[in-house]
């Protein structure tokens, strides 16, 4: 037992002297006059942004108080290393005030089983007005101070998620594509969803991204142990793989081994990487060229509705690993891929 003691000691002390960094970022705050209030936000920058000259996408983080730290870890640890997963991204974290007040679209005082709602009932019915702050105040301050490549995405869970569908619901410019994890499509039910499906059935989207994220989840709010909550976000997912609308690119996944809370993480590891799933390059697929790679962003650039193209910082990592490989044939097309997509400009939206 003694010997047992000692080596778990030793190994627990190798792993506590290799600390992980966690992500750095800058807490700011923006006196709001849609709001009337002072909003306070946080941003972490892509390693390296300092000394380059990119644009890069921007990821709007909601309900920042809680799940910042763990979903920008995640976002900045995809895109790191040789062959990173997604490109590097401007994370925007918004703190809350009244999250019932912002996130909720509809007014309501009554839960879709007929109780009444707690007191915070009394404040839903915002989301409108928040989603005009994030689009009309927030997103500008970002765009003037930031180096922003025009693909913005929203992500949500619960109540978050809520107002990531009442965004797609009214079409706000600003996002390119949304992650709704767990959505709480129970509110207001079914005067709400039924306003979503009616939106969603009426389709003409201009080149949007939805990825939906669903648990296990045993309970639903004024019915307790229930499936009603699950089976909302189930059926609606199940609408939109049936009969796609025109312009929404559309993915759904259920969890069954996951909670509410735990879904949160696996859910954005998943919807972050199908939003962008023709950025990586695989270097040892038999079907690597530069014309597979010249076609891959095509069909990116399409989702997004906007001209993306590798960074060349990305190209260059893949030139030297293929070197450091012995990969010369690989390194030949990525050579001639980074002259290539440096003629291209990028960013520009596709007619």
């Known amino acids: 037992m003694r010997y047992f003691l000692v080596v778990v000691g030793l190994l627990m002390g190798s792993v506590i002297s290799q600390p992980t960094a966690a992500v750095e970022y800058q ?19 892509p390693e390296g942004y300092a000394q380059s000259t990119e644009a890069y996408p921007v990821v709007y983080l909601l309900d920042a108080d809680e799940q910042f730290d763990h979903m920008a870890s995640l976002l900045q640890f995809l895109s790191q290393g040789a062959m990173p997963q997604i490109p590097k991204m ?41 989603l005009d702050f994030i689009e009309q ?20 869970h619960s109540f978050g998620g809520l107002l ?50 669903i648990a296990n989840n045993p309970l639903s709010p004024g019915f307790g142990v229930s499936s009603y909550h699950r089976d909302l976000n189930l059926a609606f997912a199940d609408k939109l793989t049936k009969s796609p609308p025109q312009g929404l690119s559309f993915a759904a996944q259920y969890y069954p081994d996951e909670t509410h809370q735990s879904v949160s993480h696996i859910g954005l590891y998943d919807g972050i990487r199908h939003l962008f799933k023709d950025f990586a390059i695989d270097i040892y697929a038999d079907t690597f060229s530069k014309q597979q790679v010249i076609d891959q ?13 590798p960074p060349q910082q990305y190209l260059e990592q893949l030139i030297q690993y293929s070197e450091r490989q012995q990969l ?10 980074k002259a290539y997509f440096a003629g291209v400009k990028s960013n520009e939206a596709l007619r």
């Open 27 to 45: 807490s700011q705050q923006l006196q709001s006059k849609l709001l009337k209030e002072t909003r306070q936000y946080l941003i972490a920058l």
């Open 90 to 130: 401007i994370i925007v974290g918004i703190n809350n005030t009244e999250r019932m007040r912002d996130y909720t679209p509809t007014h309501t005082l009554v839960l879709p089983s007929g109780k009444k709602g707690n007191p915070k009932y009394l404040q839903t019915g915002g989301a409108g007005r928040f």
């Open 137 to 156: 105040e927030l997103a500008p301050s970002i765009h003037s101070q930031l180096q922003t490549n025009g693909i913005n995405v929203l992500v949500g």
């Open 164 to 213: 990531a569908m009442e965004a797609l619901r009214t079409d706000r410019h600003l996002f390119s594509a949304y992650i709704a994890i767990d959505t709480s499509l129970w509110f207001d039910s079914p005067h709400y969803l039924t306003q979503l499906e009616n939106r969603v059935e009426k389709g003409d989207f201009k080149q949007k991204q939805l990825f939906m994220a």
């Open 297 to 309: 962003y095509r069909l990116l650039s399409e989702r997004f509705g906007l001209r993306v193209t």
């Open 328 to 337: 010369s044939d690989r390194k030949q097309s990525l050579e001639s891929l």
